[in-house]
């Protein structure tokens, strides 16, 4: 499995940015949840959003809750974060994993059942 992150930029606060992550040897055998997560400078990777394999289920950590959507596109093996109303404080790296999860329906919070990541994409936002 491979995961390569991209859309990351430079943006002024108030502004909106999606990021995309493409997966390529994802088998029809496992689900795989997809997270979201960020560094950003002096600070731990953290848990910005999950979603289940089919779609059915997703999670948005309490900092950027209805400011941020996942979705994810199954036939292309695309997984989306859009990101509105951007803050200074969401400046960081941000990387898209992924975890083998038995249930079609379910993701994981737990950062160590990630075993594949992708290199990340920075995002900068400007005050």
């Known amino acids: 499995v491979q995961l390569q992150a991209c859309g990351g930029g430079l943006v002024q606060a108030g502004g909106s940015l999606t990021l995309s992550c493409a997966a390529s040897?994802?088998?029809?055998?496992?689900?795989?949840?997809v997270g979201w997560f960020r560094q950003a400078p002096g600070k731990d990777r953290e848990g910005v959003s999950y979603?289940?394999?089919?779609?059915?289920?997703?999670y948005y950590t309490d900092s950027v809750k209805g400011r941020a959507t996942i979705s994810r596109d199954n036939s292309n093996n695309i997984i989306y974060l859009r990101m509105n109303d951007l803050k200074p404080e969401d400046t960081a790296v941000y990387y898209c994993a992924a975890a083998i999860i038995p249930m079609r329906n379910e993701y994981t919070s737990g950062i160590h059942h990630y075993k594949y990541w992708g290199q990340g994409t920075l995002v900068t936002v400007s005050s």
């Open positions: 040897g994802f088998t029809s055998r496992y689900w795989y949840a």
């Open positions: 979603i289940s394999g089919n779609g059915a289920s997703t």
